[in-house]
């Protein structure tokens, strides 16, 4: 398993960005592909962005596309997820999460569930004011 820390969250005005980070631990990180999620209390994580491990291969849901950037950088261990152009409805919990299996796809990410399976991190609150 891969050991994640999330930082870079905040407090930020409709329209604005932010960048987070994921730490993770260990020298596996590069044999896994890598997602970030986010989650709002009462409801289920969201799968927003994945990527393969090599980084050439991205996947965003449709209610990020063209605003949020995911790209990881390997020989330093580390997740990225730019997010530009941000609105109210992007507020919540942001955690970075590796699948279970280094075989997982990124393109398979999307059903991940935080507290079902893979390795997630202590999460990031982001809070965009409108």
């Known amino acids: 398993q891969v050991q994640l820390v999330e930082s870079g969250g905040g407090l930020v005005q409709a329209g604005g960005s932010l960048r987070l980070s994921c730490a993770a631990s260990?020298?596996?990180?590069?044999?896994?592909?890598m997602g970030w999620f986010r989650q709002v209390p009462g409801k289920e994580s969201e799968f927003v962005a994945s990527i393969s491990r090599s980084g050439g291969t991205t996947y965003y849901a449709d209610s990020v596309k063209g605003r949020f950037t995911i790209s990881r950088d390997n020989a330093k261990n580390t997740l990225y997820l730019q997010m530009n152009s941000l609105k109210p409805e992007d507020t919540a919990v942001y955690y970075c999460?590796?699948?279970?299996?280094?075989?997982?796809?990124?393109?398979?990410?999307?059903?991940?569930?935080?507290?079902?399976?893979?390795?997630w991190g202590q999460g990031t609150q982001v809070t965009v004011s409108s």
């Open positions: 260990g020298r596996t990180f590069s044999s896994y592909a």
């Open positions: 999460a590796a699948p279970a299996s280094t075989f997982t796809r990124a393109q398979a990410m999307g059903p991940m569930s935080r507290g079902a399976s893979g390795s």
